[in-house]
């Protein structure tokens, strides 16, 4: 069985331009959930989406948005990148129904450097 | 709000000892508790899976207890390895009816000397 696919692993972007990573989950999974580690701050929740619905949202600006289509994949923007949004960008996903919240398997991570 | 706390932030202990992790967390209203483990530059791999209604889980040589009460998570390791060694952290996550986040602590860097 698969596990949680993220691409790309590696990106370079400059001030000013966006950034779109994607997430494949474990095959059955519909919940999908986004977080920022940087050394500073740890680990913090971005967003999580549900059957395409974004369920919860972390404390970041509107810069950030996500989405999640119909086969549970799921992609994140960052619009008009900040020096501070470098950082390792993990994606998780869980099975779970709608009133049960599962184990969280986790991607590999997509290393964002803003230059 | 919820606060997730790792003490200590570095660990060093010879192999082969026994050892204890611990996660402290500052509101009881906990749907689960989830450990991991993160090798450098890597994402997190998942170790135990606490339910609220549990009190231990167990995987191998690991061992995750859980105190709601009072507030605290522990990991053990029994008969540390070299290849242990790597951050391990917790998470909290909430009820799902409340409008609260996962939660994740700081971490533990553990080292296991050969």
């Known amino acids: 069985k698969a596990g949680v696919t993220q691409t790309p692993r590696y990106l370079i972007k400059t001030r000013g331009q966006q950034v779109t990573l994607s997430c494949s989950p474990i095959?059955?999974?519909?919940?999908v959930s986004w977080y920022q580690q940087t050394p500073g701050q740890g680990l913090q929740f971005l967003f999580e989406?549900?059957?395409?619905?974004?369920?919860n949202k972390g404390n970041f600006p509107g810069r950030f948005s996500g989405r999640q289509f119909s086969n549970s994949r799921s992609e994140m923007n960052v619009s008009t990148l900040e020096l501070g949004d470098s950082a390792l960008y993990l994606c998780a996903s869980s099975y779970e129904g709608l009133a049960s919240a599962g184990e969280l398997f986790f991607g590999e991570g997509s290393r964002l450097t803003v230059l | 709000k919820q606060e997730v706390t790792q003490i200590p932030a570095a660990l060093s202990v010879p192999e082969g000892e026994n050892l204890v992790l611990n996660c402290s967390f500052t509101d009881s209203a906990i749907y689960n508790l989830q450990w991991f483990r993160q090798d450098p530059g890597k994402g997190l791999t998942s170790l135990l899976l606490?339910?609220?209604?549990?009190r231990e889980q167990t995987s191998g040589r690991l061992n995750a207890s859980l105190d709601k009460s009072s507030g605290r998570s522990t990991l053990y390791i029994a008969a540390s390895q070299p290849g242990d060694s790597a951050t391990y952290l917790c998470a909290v996550r909430p009820y799902m009816n409340r409008d609260d986040k996962i939660i994740f602590g700081k971490g533990t860097r553990l080292h296991i000397l050969p």
């Open positions: 095959s059955g999974h519909r919940s």
């Open positions: 989406y549900f059957s395409e619905t974004q369920r």
């Open positions: 606490i339910q609220s209604s549990q």
